[in-house]
């Protein structure tokens, strides 16, 4: 299903760029960067729903990075997508800004499949743990853990024809997360295990609503219990 939407989602970014004649009202109040809402001077704001979106991997990065969950970067999944935003521009200039709230996820996969996490009353620390000292059927396949953002990105863009080039921050809120096996399928609430909040830089670069990304979140993803290092993602964007 992710698959298909990513699909339906570059298809729409691609015909956002495709030349053809549109009537001017279409000229008007809408293009690439979304349905205009206002207008003052030659400054207007239009309004993106559903993008922009990225994916990529993850790997950490910074600090005690050693103590970081050893985890897959083939396998591990960043995605984020902003629900809304606003983006403010000028015919004039070639820069323009944008503020919006987006929705963020992330998966890391244990490089062991056997190792989870799990909170450790007596020393009061999230710990590794053998899946299958505690479940005999488990078959060693798959094991992760995840974790789900809302956030305000905050972006700048510098404007070359179709060309974009960007830099941003953010601030996230983690408002769930989780361990994760399967075979058998067993899924346990681990909110404690990361952060409640990220900080984020990103840059990037995109033609025609296509590009690649980098975001660093610089502040530790998971408890400090755990490990203080920050985490690199990076990959592809759609709809910038």
Request: one cysteine or more.
């Amino acid at each position: 299903m992710l698959t298909l939407a990513v699909l339906a989602l570059a298809i729409s970014a691609a015909d956002a760029q495709r030349p053809g004649p549109r009537s001017p009202r279409h000229d008007r109040n809408y293009d690439e960067n979304g349905f205009q809402i206002a207008e003052k001077g030659n400054v207007s704001a239009r309004l993106r729903v559903a993008f922009p979106m990225c994916f990529g991997t993850l790997v950490p990065l910074g600090g005690d990075v050693e103590s970081f969950p050893k985890t897959s970067l083939k396998h591990n999944f960043y995605y984020s997508l902003d629900i809304a935003s606003i983006y403010l521009s000028s015919e004039s200039s070639p820069w323009a800004a944008s503020i919006g709230v987006r929705m963020t996820f992330m998966d890391f996969y244990m490089q062991n499949p056997d190792q989870s996490y799990r909170y450790d009353s007596a020393s009061k620390k999230w710990e590794a743990y053998s899946i299958s000292s505690v479940e005999s059927k488990y078959d060693r396949k798959m094991s992760k853990i995840q974790s789900d953002y809302v956030g305000v990105p905050v972006r700048l863009y510098y404007n070359v024809g179709h060309a974009k080039f960007f830099a941003g921050a953010g601030a996230d809120y983690m408002f769930s997360a989780s361990t994760k096996y399967k075979s058998p399928k067993v899924k346990s609430e681990a909110n404690d295990l990361f952060n409640r909040f990220k900080a984020n830089a990103e840059v990037g670069f995109a033609y025609g609503g296509i590009g690649v990304f980098a975001s660093y979140s610089f502040t530790p993803v998971l408890s400090r219990t755990v490990s203080d290092a920050g985490v690199l993602s990076f990959g592809l964007t759609l709809g910038l």
